[in-house]
């Protein structure tokens, strides 16, 4: 799997648009982006992935560049719940991996919401 | 509610004391897995199991067994557990689906401390 490269922190205002940058200038045509969090030691949660066409769902939007090397993930409206680890995790998949399906974590950004 | 099931979810024990951690899931899943995370090394993968009766090691499987009667569960057994194993543990869960890439739901996670 392609490696992963984000910022160790970042900080963002109650309220406001969080955005989250990845890159992985390795990463293959087969290959997808997804984004996973972790609040407090807990279970990481799934956010959002995509192949190359932006993403939008319930939590997060997903937008990637059009060279696929780099991505954003954004939180619409940042809340002081979303403090948490989000991880960038590029993946194959799973028929192509040879099923193995695993998640390969790196360390992550830690986003900190600010009242 | 489809979820993952840890039990328990905190557990101190003493050096060569063999324990179970327990994991169930509801949503049918065939695939299941094993992390541990560690301060500064992040999620490794310790186990994970396609199928009934298919399992198979992650990156750091030793100290470790596995099983899979049921698809439903997938417990992780210490044998003789040693300080070394004490570490913040997750089961998760997916789908193995040929069409597409889907997600991964964790359980909340069991904090071993082995004395």
């Known amino acids: 799997d392609a490696k992963t490269t984000q910022p160790p922190s970042m900080d963002c205002a109650e309220g406001r648009a969080a955005n989250l940058p990845c890159n992985h200038s390795t990463i293959s045509g087969n290959e997808y982006v997804y984004w996973y969090r972790q609040i407090h030691s807990q279970g990481p949660q799934y956010i959002i992935h995509?192949?190359?066409n932006n993403e939008t769902n319930e939590m997060a939007s997903l937008i990637i560049t059009e060279d696929r090397k780099s991505s954003t993930l954004i939180l619409p409206h940042a809340t002081l719940r979303d403090t948490a680890v989000y991880y960038c995790?590029?993946?194959?998949?799973?028929?192509?991996?040879?099923?193995?399906?695993?998640?390969?974590f790196g360390k992550g950004t830690k986003l900190t919401v600010n009242p | 509610e489809a979820q993952v099931t840890q039990n328990p979810r905190y557990l101190i024990t003493v050096t060569g004391k063999k324990l179970t951690v327990t994991c169930s899931q509801n949503?049918?899943?065939?695939?299941m897995s094993w992390y541990r995370q560690d301060p500064g090394l992040g999620l490794r993968q310790i186990y994970y199991s396609m199928n009934v009766e298919v399992t198979d090691k992650g990156d750091v499987p030793e100290g470790y067994k596995v099983s899979r009667k049921e698809k439903r569960n997938f417990p992780l057994i210490l044998e003789s557990p040693s300080p070394n194993q004490t570490s913040l543990y997750f089961c998760a869960s997916s789908p193995m689906n040929r069409d597409r890439n889907t997600e991964a739901f964790f359980g909340q996670g069991t904090r071993l401390t082995v004395v």
């Open positions: 995509g192949l190359k």
């Open positions: 949503m049918n899943h065939e695939y």
């Open positions: 995790i590029v993946r194959a998949n799973h028929i192509t991996q040879g099923g193995s399906e695993k998640l390969v």
